[in-house]
């Protein structure tokens, strides 16, 4: 048995007792501030030698079980990552995550000659071992630069990797990552002149915006934007949501919120409501497509008795990833008709079954106008319009339009 292990072993358990202890005691929550922070700065060195253990152990682990030792077949597990799995408690994407870092600090053995060479950014690995950075910072650090890997030379990434690793190891105090990660980017941007181009190649092809399916009354959106229209957005948010200049759009605020000066709501939920704004304020630009002359135009559908009952359910034709109808509340609709126009339309099923075929003849060779357009398409569903196709069946109902 190696003693130093069974040393270590018995000085972690004392640290998680201690730990422990302080946790069950609620010591922490009458703490003055200096015993505070004297406590997390401890804590997060602690933290980080962790975290250099187990980036490195699962190196370690994965590398025994490749070879006729098969560690982890040997623990009675299927693989290396399972091993780290019963071991630590860690969920298998963390266990990858600290398998791909271990790859880029681990020594590398060349299969002709069997030498090992250094660590891809050995400056680097040294700081993670001693505690002066931890997962967070080692990814930080190196993804931009395992970028460039292929397209600059070996001794400039060198020189960088050493200029990393001083930064970690000689302010004293630990390093975001945010600002490691800044550092890191426009070193790599100095070194890949020529990278630029294939960047943006690449950019391209990976741009990508989608809806999702509408889940507990959300409809999620994912997707990647190049750089030039996702500073674009965060220059139209941060005008919007400027707290020093003129509210602008509308905000959605609970409806027994009595103080108009108060804004509750999260940066995410302004960031919401300014895209809302924003996406108001588009169909009436100039180089925008129209619809029969007018701006494209947002219908939301609600039956007669919802109408007057001021509650219930309408629809949203393809709002979601599914492209179909959507339900959605009726205060949805309460909040386009604050910004846009409102129609009420009342038809006979029958009337509308009767009628149907000589409208749609009468209409072949007109368009609707733009302020003319929702009461048609909630009439017909099959006539021709400019508008976008709505599944609606004849019915009674109001139409919204934005």
């Known amino acids: ?232 957005l965060s220059v139209l948010l941060d005008s919007i949501n400027n707290p020093h200049g003129q509210p602008a759009g509308a905000k959605f605020r609970p409806t027994d919120e009595s103080d108009e000066n108060a804004d509750v709501r999260s940066m995410a939920q302004r960031n919401h409501d300014a895209l809302g704004t924003i996406l108001a304020a588009v169909p009436n630009a100039p180089d925008m497509p129209t619809n029969g002359g007018g701006a494209p135009v947002l219908v939301i559908h609600a039956t007669e008795d919802t109408v007057r009952a001021g509650e219930g359910w309408a629809t949203i034709p393809g709002a979601d990833g599914t492209g179909t109808d959507l339900a959605v509340p009726f205060a949805a609709a309460k909040h386009v008709g604050c910004c846009g126009t409102i129609q009420h339309l009342t038809t006979a099923p029958k009337r509308t079954h009767r009628q149907a075929h000589h409208r749609q003849a009468a209409l072949q060779h007109r368009s609707a106008a733009c302020d003319q357009r929702p009461g048609p398409v909630l009439r017909d569903p099959g006539m021709p319009h400019p508008s976008p196709v709505v599944r609606d069946p004849p019915r009674e109902g109001m139409v919204q339009g934005r």
């Open 1 to 232: 048995m190696n003693t130093t292990m069974e040393r270590t072993r018995e000085t972690m358990a004392h640290a998680v007792a201690d730990l422990r202890s302080i946790l069950v005691s609620g010591t922490l929550d009458t703490a003055d501030r200096d015993d505070m922070l004297g406590f997390m700065i401890g804590v997060g060195d602690l933290y980080r030698q962790v975290e250099a253990t187990l980036v490195i152990g699962t190196g370690v682990i994965e590398k025994r079980s490749a070879t006729a030792e098969r560690f982890d077949v040997a623990s009675d597990c299927r693989s290396a990552n399972e091993v780290m799995q019963r071991t630590t408690g860690a969920a298998p994407t963390t266990i990858k995550r600290w398998s791909r870092l271990a790859a880029v600090v681990k020594p590398e053995r060349t299969l002709a000659s069997g030498e090992v060479r250094p660590a891809e950014f050995p400056a680097l690995r040294d700081a993670l071992t001693t505690g002066a950075l931890g997962a967070d910072g080692l990814e930080a650090a190196t993804r931009p630069l395992r970028e460039i890997k292929d397209r600059v030379a070996s001794t400039d990434l060198a020189e960088v990797d050493e200029v990393l690793a001083a930064m970690t190891t000689t302010t004293g105090a630990p390093v975001m990552c945010a600002t490691l990660r800044e550092l890191s980017l426009r070193l790599a941007t100095d070194l890949d002149l020529t990278g630029a181009e294939a960047e943006e190649e690449k950019a391209f092809q990976g741009r990508a915006l989608r809806l999702g399916v509408k889940r507990n009354g959300l409809v999620p959106i994912t997707g990647q934007l190049v750089p030039d229209v996702a500073g674009a």
